[in-house]
T-cell receptor, first 115, second 111 residues
Framework: ETGVTQTPRHLVMGMTNKKSLKCEQH?????MYWYKQSAKKPLELMFV???????ENNSVPSRFSPECPNSSHLFLHLHTLQPEDSALYLC??????????????FGEGSRLTVL | SQQGEEDPQALSIQEGENATMNCSYK?????LQWYRQNSGRGLVHLIL?????REKHSGRLRVTLDTSKKSSSLLITASRAADTASYFC???????????FGAGTRLTVKP
């Protein structure tokens, strides 16, 4: 148990569906992250929020839409996804973001399958 | 884009042996971190080394950092079957503060 909870753990959706991934942390951290992990590829940094403001958006397609309503919650809204978007989506948090970014605490991930 | 690159991609050893994994990176860093991931699970932080440090120890783990060569190594001594996992290096990049991960080394420790 790392203190970062992701739901759902598994999600199967069609290309026309709209779904959301949820991440919650009660560690008092100020930064939250979304990473995508595909088979045999490095983790891809998707979005970073620091103090509830987006500080990083790494050319992620607009079919992925993040939302950070407060410092404890992070969402990834999904719509009209493609089969190649099937992957493990990992949420993480850290005490702060920037030059002194320390340990990242990861959730267990949401395994997404797009049919 | 990928920052760290680990090698080897896969490593298989016997229990009790030492395992060494290497990481190379391209741009200047604030710090470098090593993580472990069991299959299909989240990553777990192992150790952090700052750019002004050269070596760090934590239990059976020893990490070295050579900023002139832009490389780091993770040594696991007296390995156990429970050490079987994927190991990733991650760099906190100096220019944009991103946390970037490599593709990982898959370590198998045979009992």
């Amino acid at each position: 148990e790392t203190g970062v909870t992701q739901t759902p753990r598994h999600l199967v959706m069609g290309m026309t569906n709209k779904k959301s991934l949820k991440c919650e942390q009660h560690l008092g951290h100020n930064a939250m992250y979304w990473y995508k992990q595909s088979a045999k590829k490095p983790l891809e940094l998707m979005f970073v929020y620091s103090l509830e403001e987006r500080v990083e958006n790494n050319s992620v397609p607009s079919r992925f839409s993040p939302e950070c309503p407060n410092s404890s919650h992070l969402f990834l809204h999904l719509h009209t996804l493609q089969p190649e978007d099937s992957a493990l989506y990992l949420c993480a948090s850290s005490q702060e973001w920037g030059r002194h970014t320390g340990e990242l605490f990861f959730g267990e991930g949401s395994r997404l399958t797009v049919l | 884009s990928q920052q760290g690159e680990e090698d080897p991609q896969a490593l298989s050893i016997q229990e009790g042996e030492n395992a060494t994994m290497n990481c190379s990176y391209k741009t200047s860093i604030n710090n470098l971190q090593w993580y472990r991931q069991n299959s299909g699970r989240g990553l777990v932080h192992l150790i952090l080394i700052r750019s002004n440090e050269r070596e760090k120890h934590s239990g059976r783990l020893r990490v070295t950092l050579d900023t002139s060569k832009k490389s780091s190594s993770l040594l696991i001594t007296a390995s156990r079957a429970a050490d079987t996992a994927s190991y990733f290096c991650a760099t906190n990049q100096y220019n944009n503060n991103d946390m970037r991960f490599g593709a990982g080394t898959r370590l198998t420790v045979k009992p």
